[in-house]
């Protein structure tokens, strides 16, 4: 099982860019999915997440109205579409699957995660 996070790089401030996790191995269309990331000497913290079936979606606060999170079960991906990026967040993208959640209805933590990408950096430029 694995997942592929990709579509990070190195934009301007106000700019945008699409990340996407593809799973392999198994079908996650069941099973909630998230977006987290890691700044350099921080911990990891929650982005979005998104049920089973796209129905609902999570955002932490300091990216809603910017960042949209989807999914495309037929092609087992999952995207984060991020726009009016700010410098405060540049780091590294993780994607994660949820083996026992569909959906959520509080934020949730990295524990409540069993699957996830290598990860994907985003950079954002002043």
């Known amino acids: 099982v694995q997942l592929q996070a990709s579509g990070g790089g190195l934009v301007q401030a106000g700019g945008s860019l699409r990340l996407s996790c593809a799973a392999s191995?198994?079908?996650?269309?069941?099973?909630?999915m998230g977006w987290f990331r890691q700044a350099p000497g921080k911990e990891r913290e929650f982005v979005a997440a998104?049920?089973?079936?796209?129905?609902?979606?999570y955002y932490q606060n300091s990216v809603k109205g910017r960042f949209t999170i989807s999914r495309d079960n037929a092609k087992n991906t999952m995207y984060l579409q991020m726009n009016s990026l700010k410098p405060e967040d540049t780091a590294v993208y993780y994607c994660?699957?949820?083996?026992?959640?569909?959906?959520?209805?509080?934020?949730?933590?990295?524990?409540?995660?069993?699957?996830w990408g290598q990860g994907t950096q985003v950079t954002v430029s002043s």
């Open positions: 994660a699957a949820d083996m026992v959640r569909k959906e959520y209805e509080a934020e949730p933590t990295i524990y409540e995660f069993d699957y």
């Open positions: 191995g198994r079908t996650f269309s069941r099973n909630g």
């Open positions: 998104i049920s089973w079936n796209g129905g609902t979606t």
